[in-house]
């Protein structure tokens, strides 16, 4: 897991030949809002605009995924993101074949991601995004396949 800044992305465009792509996205979705939605990238990477509440933790879930890296970045607003090694997780439902997600239950930190706060899960890497307060949520999640490291 890496979490940071937009204005330091750089630092971290040569762990995958897809990053550059990825972050060159998030920096001009920050410049210029794009409508909610997806957004094809190259090589299979795809990014997932998202606008929502932030929720209580007893109605967020925690998420593991295997074939995809997640960036996940806060455009607007603030989220409380959880993370935790998966091997501390307990599965309760698996859906990797049909939707490349399982769930968990177990426990996590909480990470602050605010404007421009990006966090990079990887798939030992068990998540929980969108807590927070109940204000809004800007946010982009870049999914990024693994086939190409």
């Known amino acids: ?7 330091y992305a750089s630092l971290y465009e040569g762990v995958h030949p897809l990053f550059p792509a990825a972050f060159a996205f998030l920096k001009e979705a920050m410049e210029t809002p794009k409508e909610v939605g997806r957004y094809e990238l190259t090589g299979g990477a ?9 929720k209580s933790a007893e109605l967020c879930k925690i998420e593991a995924h295997r074939k995809f890296i997640d960036i996940q970045c806060v455009l607007t607003g603030k989220e409380l993101f959880g993370v935790a090694d998966l091997s501390t997780q307990t599965l309760y439902e698996d859906k990797f074949e049909e939707k490349d997600v399982a769930f968990y239950h177990g426990d996590v930190d909480l990470l602050t991601l605010t404007d421009g706060d990006f966090v990079i899960v990887f798939p030992e890497d068990a998540h ?22």
């Open 1 to 7: 897991m890496i979490k940071d800044n937009l204005k």
């Open 46 to 54: 795809f990014a997932l605009v998202q606008s929502y509440d932030g």
């Open 128 to 149: 929980r995004p969108q807590q927070g307060d109940g204000s809004h949520i800007s946010k982009i999640v870049v999914k990024v396949p693994l086939a190409n490291a």
